[in-house]
């Protein structure tokens, strides 16, 4: 056999040699990769790095889910991935306080989270009853009033016990002076008379009182209050439907328009629906789609400001802050909205200042 075939075959398998101590390695390198990923598993498993969070929603509305969605978002981009550091059970209580408390002890009881994230009043109240005397961290989205619950002594305050999180609403001497602003050529010669539509349920109620009592100091303006009863649960919405129109109905005449205070029946689309083809001006409400569909206005924080900004908080008591310690506070921006066309059939004539603030969310 010629010299350079030698070397050639001698060659091939010295090559053949390499690449099979290659693949040795490599798959050596491989099982003690997996090998140290499952062992870090384990001991996060263990030490019990991996977060447990409950969410209870007050009821499955979009703006309430929106806020959940938006949390669990501000998570991940604070590191949280679920799957590997964090795990959520969301509940939803159907609008009804004694749902929400029944999941949220059976949720306890089951395995016992690193922390309780509660959307909105109904389920906020009922969670902090259950949780207030425990270790638990308990942080809220959307609750209108924390200071009328008894949550904090006051927003900007801390509350001392393991309880925080913001306050979604915007102040309703703020929402009055903006309506005013925006009613002012029509309340020139004498006060508009605009209804308050507030159930009981806790943060219309806690609205309506406190817009009455700014009413005593608001020439142009007079609210009525026009209350109804607030009855839990997605199968009785139809009948809390019937009863607000009964109010609306029976006090007709004592009111020129309407204001929908916070809660379930200001995100009603249908009673919007029926408003408006009952030819009745709805000239406020905290939500953007109901002044896409005909509200003269609203000024609210939206679910994405409000959700992100609770996973701060979260991220902070997960790196060692109480709870107890962090102040209520409102949120950093809100959100001005305006249907122009609403306006002109109301026949004002909207500020230059207003229609600033509202940006791009000026509808027609």
Do not use: C
Request: cysteine-free; aromatic content about 6%.
């Amino acid at each position: 056999m010629p010299f350079f075939a030698r070397i050639t075959i001698g060659s091939q398998q010295f090559i053949k040699l390499v690449v099979a101590i290659y693949i040795l390695l490599a798959s050596i390198l491989g099982l003690s990769v997996i090998s140290q990923a499952k062992a870090q598993e384990q001991n996060l498993a263990k030490t019990g790095d991996t977060k447990r969070v409950v969410v209870i929603e007050t009821m499955a509305l979009p703006v309430l889910q929106d806020a959940t969605k938006w949390f669990r978002k501000g998570m991940a981009e604070l590191g949280y991935v679920e799957g590997q550091n964090i795990e959520y059970v969301v509940l939803n209580a159907q609008g009804d306080p004694e749902t929400s408390a029944n999941l949220l002890s059976t949720e306890l009881k089951n395995q016992k989270p690193d922390m309780v994230v509660s959307v909105a009043t109904l389920a906020t109240r009922a969670s902090y009853k259950i949780m207030k005397n425990q270790k638990t961290p308990l942080v809220f989205i959307l609750v209108s009033y924390p200071e009328k619950e008894g949550f904090v002594s006051a927003i900007g305050e801390a509350s001392g016990t393991n309880i925080t999180g913001k306050t979604h609403i915007v102040p309703p001497a703020a929402k009055i002076e903006v309506t005013r602003q925006a009613l002012k050529p029509l309340t020139e010669k004498a006060p508009m008379r605009i209804g308050i539509l507030n159930s009981t349920y806790p943060s219309a109620l806690s609205e309506a009182a406190q817009i009455m009592e700014i009413d005593k100091t608001v020439e142009e303006l007079n609210f009525i209050d026009l209350n109804f009863q607030y009855i839990p649960g997605k199968e009785n919405r139809e009948t809390l439907r019937k009863n607000a129109l009964e109010v609306i109905n029976e006090n007709r005449s004592s009111f020129d328009a309407l204001w929908l205070a916070t809660g379930p029946m200001g995100n009603d689309s249908k009673l919007l629906k029926i408003l408006k083809e009952q030819k009745i001006p709805v000239i406020f409400a905290n939500n953007i789609e109901a002044v896409k569909s005909g509200v003269l206005l609203s000024m609210i924080s939206n679910s994405e400001v409000n959700g992100v900004a609770a996973a701060e908080i979260a991220d902070q008591i997960f790196k060692g802050k109480n709870a107890g310690d962090i102040p209520v506070t409102r949120p950093k921006s809100y959100v001005v909205s305006i249907n122009i066309t609403t306006a002109t059939e109301l026949g004002t004539v909207i500020p230059s200042s207003l229609l600033k603030l509202a940006g791009k969310n000026i509808y027609r």
